[in-house]
């Protein structure tokens, strides 16, 4: 059973850089059938995909569109993490960011989310 | 990017009694390969959105079997048989087929 646990700072400065961590236990950053996300929920804007790593012979990235000139997400085979960056941070970056595992290819199906870490983004 | 919308926002239900939400997608959610990738989820109450059904149908380990999902090409229904007060909480249904995957608002459903 595939466990995520997320890690990272709840309070991020205006013009800053947001930064998460999501630990994987029971399956590897690496898998050739998964694929590691963030998505965050906010009142105004629901759930939103932000973006997502996987590995098929080599290390693919997808971002949304509202985010893709500030966010990185990079995978940590290290460790058998995933991280996210996300640059320039305003107020309306407030939200809980959820890390999560989509384990099947084709169709992306979310079967196991990380606990969530509410950012604020305030001065 | 494939706008999902829920109906209703919001449902106030009488333990024992069924539950509906609909759910409909704004391109078909059908798959070259005969799958179609539109999947419930349940957030309660401070938790993370829990998988209930996925590919429409199929319900996920551990998923009562009160809880049912139908549908295809655009229009889908997740149901609930008989509403328990642990079901309580806001569903969402997601589209799985292209990037960006995209969410419904949520139907919250609160117990009467």
């Known amino acids: 059973q595939v466990q995520l646990q997320q890690s990272g700072p709840g309070l991020v400065k205006p013009s800053q850089t947001l930064s998460l961590t999501c630990a994987i236990s029971?399956?590897?950053?690496?898998?050739?059938?998964?694929?590691w996300y963030w998505i965050r929920q906010s009142p105004s804007r629901g759930l939103e995909w932000l973006g997502r790593?996987?590995?098929?012979?080599?290390?693919?990235?997808d971002y949304a569109v509202s985010v893709k000139s500030r966010i990185t997400i990079n995978p940590d085979t290290s460790k058998n993490q995933f991280s996210l960056q996300l640059n320039s941070v305003t107020p309306e970056d407030t939200a809980v960011y959820y890390c999560?595992?989509?384990?099947?290819?084709?169709?992306?199906?979310?079967?196991?989310w990380g606990q969530g870490t509410l950012v604020t983004v305030s001065s | 990017d494939i706008v999902m919308t829920q109906t209703p926002l919001s449902l106030s239900v009488t333990p024992g009694q069924p539950a509906s939400i609909s759910c409909k997608s704004s391109q078909s959610l059908l798959y070259s390969n005969g799958e179609t990738y539109l999947y419930w989820y349940l957030q309660k109450p401070g938790q993370s959105p829990q998988l209930l059904i996925y590919?429409?149908?199929s319900r996920f380990s551990g998923v009562p079997d009160r809880f049912s999902g139908s549908g295809s090409g655009t229009d889908f229904t997740l149901k609930i048989s008989r509403v328990e007060a642990e079901d309580v909480g806001i569903y969402y249904c997601m589209q799985g087929l292209h990037v960006p995957l995209t969410f419904g608002g949520g139907t919250k459903v609160e117990i009467k």
């Open positions: 790593t996987y590995y098929r012979s080599k290390w693919y990235n």
């Open positions: 999560a595992r989509d384990d099947k290819d084709p169709g992306m199906r979310i079967d196991s």
């Open positions: 590919e429409v149908s």
């Open positions: 029971g399956d590897s950053v690496s898998s050739n059938s998964a694929a």
